[in-house]
């Protein structure tokens, strides 16, 4: 390695995985006896049944990059991002991060693990999400702190759309223009083509703050208003009259959404929203970004969507309005607390058109990391923090305003550490100067508001992360620029109204103990790197260290996306070449970066056949969207949220058709083809999973895609299976006209408990104009942004969870067209083996389909005899597939997806990253438990048996949740393991038989 090569934290050679070729489990003698055994004599002749025509041959794509290379590579890209010293903000301020961060973004129990669903098996990612609620309810004094949203643009929508509900026969969202700009783009976009109007308060040009006059105009004049969404610190860096707003809202019987900053909300800083208003009635819901409370910049994203609603007596019901999911605690069947998910919304718990989100993976790790940080500060390093960076301000403030011609532009509106100066001179060219002379000086922010047109205007951000010595580079910039004759204006005192009073409480803790109480946590949790996985549809691979090492540099890390283009190169470089990457991998021509989700993903796509339509003059009369049953709940979600409203209207279907399954386990065609005969102009796509979730190619995907054309309609394909396909099929051949690839499944980045996901939407020629955010070109050598000529918006204030960009990016390159051609075609050799050897004695799903070859999935049930004995024995069928994957956790495994997308199935997904040797003990551990229930079905009432905690009453939990605890320095705690995992995943199925049998009838017994 080069000495200008950051080294590697770890020893890839000492990793069991790290090191094998693509990251293939299987070496070439297990592929060729797993062939032999399917009576297959080559990879290719696993995808015989899909038609040539729509296959690629190769991705176009170089060689790929041996480990060493790689490790260059990566670190010669950071390279070419400038770090400088920076006083960007807006909105996305950069602070220090604390020194736990580092060691638990290294647990891989918490990074690599999936979405709490198995609460007896995830109590370390629950604990950790639970710490975040409570302790973001200090700072907030909020009692309900939903587990993490995307960030803080989607998440005020989310909160908007809750106000809508929450207000009869209300329409209108009113919206402060003294939000961030970036974030009232993305609500503009999500809120285009559905019920929700959103009307904009102006600012007032004197006081740089909201014109309260105009809001009560507004208020007075505008009908079915449901909610006014206003920061309390605002794109001018002022901190705005949050008690008259409040107020307002109070007396005009709406509800009042804050957008704060957390950071600001530490001891010695800002008023606690939940005291907003005179009579310190608070706000109804609190909306902020927490990013920077756990990360650095990492060129805008994961960012963190932090969302809290009251709970309390007065109000028990609002919660239930809310979007995505929340951490509650609970007992287990003995009584012993614990933590669960509760009110999800999301995935299989979707009611499809019912829908009022379709957010499905959100950005817990961010969260976590997030709780973390802010023990790690506790209430004396906030203060620190902040006294730090308020003083820093005061001094930059009062030492510019001492320049010729600079002024701070709002003298009479207070600020707390962040500023709009005026310039004598045209502020790019001054930013530009800066940068030259080795600052990042501010964001322009000149035509911000038409109100205040006509001036030069920088706004500037001062955190923790600046010493004196950078206030004193800083003044001598100035002093370079402009004569020093005027005396300094002092700053103003922000007034006590507006600051906090008391204590949040937050306790300090040492980093050491921190990290030894996650590394705990980590322990209860399973990951990937264990043994098989078998999550269906959520392809639970093995996320390679390098890709977390990539995106761990700190010339990656400490970027911010509002920096001038020339410190950027790195940055942009990582999204061009994604860009041409997942062209190569999809055969389409244009790709947009800018989704954080596959459920995101999806809305990209259908805002895009939106635009598409209405650039056509046919979006009003194409209301219907195609979508299979068998779809994950996000595709209906993601079509009501579009704007696609599911009625009958005389006898006519609007919003969402359903197709039904063929036996065969595809859709059925013939019943499309029926309703486009009638209605096909009606038509604004479908949305269709391929290779869908029973784990089946659609065959007649293409001639779909050619009927929908026909009609005008346009095709989304859900990409979340890819791991089946890449590097296989090609997707323009197929006629697809968006999908999205979920980089946390197929692409290797982490899933993180739940999130941060990340999506990559790839578009047809017919989309190109119209896709959102911004296209990364190259032009003489440079990379620069451009926005297509008719682009459908922005889904994210920057440049979406670029962090999780390089970790795909440095996975794909090591890859290399090759390695996605083996990558998929081992994925689908194990589940096709694993499927020939449990087929033998489990029945499968869907129940006429065993002629149709499965690919990277397939479904598993019990036989009619097996399920009458279960029910016998006490537990009913509607219970007896949940119980099930229970007795996984008993064999030291996760899991498999249960209960859907057949009711009475368990779907398994086990993907490239296992041996042979593993596959094989892996089926006989799933054998035995078939072999385990029908000798002893009663066990199934006590299972699992083995986990810390036993079975978590779920159904108690959401009827009377409980969202936050006061965390004190002596954290929550941890019940141990009853036998750790790896012990149950080395002792032999027949003895773990007997254990568990034992340990049953103990139970029983009492
Ligand atoms: C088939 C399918 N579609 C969409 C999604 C949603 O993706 P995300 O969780 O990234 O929003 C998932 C996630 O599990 C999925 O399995």
């Known amino acids: 390695m080069k000495s200008s090569h950051v080294p590697l934290s770890y020893h890839p050679e000492k990793l069991k995985r790290e090191l094998k070729p693509f990251y293939i489990g299987a070496d070439d003698k297990d592929i060729s006896e797993m062939l032999k055994t399917l009576g297959l004599t080559k990879l290719e002749d696993l995808y015989a049944h899909i038609d040539d025509s729509v296959k690629m041959t190769t991705v176009p794509m170089a060689k790929n990059l041996s480990y060493e290379e790689l490790i260059a590579h990566v670190n010669e890209i950071a390279n070419k991002n400038k770090q400088k010293i920076s006083f960007l903000g807006d909105g996305l301020p950069q602070y220090a991060v604390t020194e736990v961060v580092g060691p638990i973004c290294n647990i891989r129990g918490l990074t690599t693990a999936y979405t709490p669903y198995q609460p007896e098996r995830s109590q370390g990612t629950l604990q950790t999400l639970w710490i975040y609620q409570s302790l973001i309810a200090q700072l907030t004094g909020f009692e309900a702190i939903n587990a993490s949203l995307y960030d803080r643009s989607t998440c005020l929508f989310e909160a908007m759309n809750c106000a809508l509900r929450l207000v009869k026969d209300s329409t209108t969202i009113v919206v402060a223009s003294t939000l961030y700009p970036g974030d009232i783009e993305v609500l503009d976009t999500y809120s285009k083509e559905t019920e929700m109007k959103i009307v904009r308060a102006p600012v007032n040009a004197q006081t740089g703050k909201l014109d309260i006059e105009a809001l009560k105009r507004i208020l007075n004049t505008t009908p079915q208003v449901a909610a006014v969404a206003f920061p309390q610190v605002n794109n001018l860096g002022n901190i705005e009259a949050v008690d008259e707003i409040v107020d307002l809202c109070s007396t005009s019987n709406i509800k009042s959404i804050a957008v704060v900053d957390p950071m600001l909300l530490g001891l010695g800083g800002l008023k606690a929203p939940v005291k907003f208003g005179t009579r310190m009635q608070g706000c109804d819901m609190v909306v902020a ?327 056509r003059g046919e979006h009003a009369q194409r209301n219907v969207v195609i979508i299979p049953r068998s779809a994950h709940g996000t595709n209906p979600a993601t079509a009501t949220m579009a704007g696609y409203d599911t009625k009958v209207v005389d ?188 087929s033998k004695s489990y029945p499968t799903l869907p129940a006429q389909a065993e002629s149709s070859p499965r690919m990277h999935e397939f479904i598993l049930t019990l036989s009619p005899e097996t399920f009458k004995k279960i029910e016998a024995a006490g537990t009913p069928k509607t219970n007896t597939i949940a119980r099930i994957g229970k007795l996984f956790l008993d064999f030291g495994f996760h899991a498999p997806t249960v209960a859907f997308p057949e009711q009475y199935g368990l779907m398994f997904e086990p993907t490239e990253t296992y041996t042979k040797k593993e596959l094989d003990q892996f089926v006989g551990v799933v054998e035995t438990i078939l072999k385990l229930v029908n000798e002893h079905p009663e066990v199934l009432k006590t299972v699992p048996h083995f986990t810390p905690i036993d079975r978590v009453d779920e159904v108690g939990a959401n009827k009377n949740p409980m969202f936050c605890e006061k965390i004190t320095s002596h954290l929550p705690d941890i019940i141990a393991d009853r036998v750790d995992s790896e012990k149950l995943r080395n002792s032999t199925p027949g003895d773990l038989c007997d254990h568990i049998l034992k340990t049953h009838q103990i139970t029983v017994a009492g």
């Not at 614990?338 to 959100?362: D, F, G, V």
């Not at 006209?737 to 999506?759: E, F, M, Q, R, S």
């Not at 119209?770 to 003489?780: N, R, T």
């Open 289 to 615: 970004e927490g990013q920077h409370l756990a990360i650095g910049p990492n060129f805008g994203g994961p960012g963190l969507g932090i969302f809290g609603i009251r709970y309390n007596d007065q109000d028990k019901i609002s919660i239930r309005s809310t979007a995505g999911r929340y951490v509650g605690k609970t007992q287990d069947l003995k009584g012993r607390d614990c933590k669960a998910l509760i009110l999800s919304t999301r995935e299989q718990h979707i009611r499809r058109e019912k829908a009022t989100s379709n957010i499905c993976s959100n950005q817990s790790f961010v969260a976590t990391a997030a709780g973390a940080s802010i023990l790690a500060r506790g209430d004396e390093g906030f203060e620190k923090t902040l006294k730090l960076s308020r003083g820093l301000a005061e001094k930059a403030a009062e030492a510019l305003s001492q320049f010729e011609g600079v002024e701070l532009k709002f003298r009479g509106s207070p600020f707390f550490n962040e500023f709009t100066l005026k310039l004598p001179v045209n502020t790019r060219e001054f930013i530009t100067k800066a940068s030259q002379a080795g600052l990042q000086v501010g964001v322009d922010v000149s035509t911000r508001h038409p109100e205040i047109s006509q001036e030069n205007l920088l706004l500037m951000s001062f955190t923790d992360i600046h010493s004196e010595n950078d206030i004193e580079t800083l003044v001598h910039f100035f002093g370079t620029q402009f004569a020093k004759n005027k005396t300094a204006t002092p700053a103003l005192k922000i007034p006590s109204v507006m600051l906090r009073t008391d204590a949040p409480e937050i306790p300090k803790l040492t980093a050491k103990d921190i990290i030894q109480y996650y590394e705990k946590l980590g322990k209860q949790n399973l990951s990937p790197d264990d043994g098989i996985y078998p999550l269906g549809s959520c392809t639970m691979k093995y996320n390679p260290y390098i890709n977390d090492y990539a995106a761990s540099l700190p010339g990656f890390t400490n970027v911010h996306p509002e920096a001038p283009i020339e410190d950027v190169q790195g940055s942009l470089e990582v999204l061009y070449e994604i860009q041409e990457q997942f062209k190569a991998i999809t055969g389409l021509p244009g790709v947009v970066t800018q989704a954080v989700a596959g459920a995101q993903g999806e809305l990209v796509g259908l805002k895009m056949f939106q635009a598409y339509h209405r650039d």
């Open 651 to 838: 006898g006519k279907a609007y919003g969402i058709y359903t197709v039904e399954a063929l036996p065969n386990g595809e859709m059925n065609l013939a019943q499309i083809k029926e309703f486009l005969k009638t209605d096909g102009h009606r038509v604004a796509g479908v949305m269709v999973t391929n290779p869908n979730t029973a784990g089946i190619f659609e065959t007649q995907f293409k001639e779909m895609s050619a009927l929908i054309h026909a009609v005008g309609g346009l095709v989304y394909m859900d990409g979340a299976n890819m791991n089946a396909i890449a590097g296989i099929v090609n997707l323009d051949k197929l006629g697809v006209d968006a999908v999205h690839n979920n980089l946390h499944k197929t692409w290797t980045i982490p899933h993180g408990g739940g999130g941060p996901g990340d999506a990559i939407v790839a578009v047809s020629h017919r989309l190109l104009d119209f896709m959102p955010g911004i296209q990364v070109v190259k032009k003489d050598g440079m990379f620069d942004i451009v926005k297509p000529a008719k682009s459908c918006g922005s889904f994210h204030r920057h440049f979406g969870n670029f962090a999780h960009k390089i970790r795909a990016y440095t996975y794909i390159k090591a890859l290399g067209g090759a390695g996605v051609q083996k990558m998929s075609q081992v994925a689908v050799l194990s589940a096709r083996y694993l499927h020939h050897n449990l």
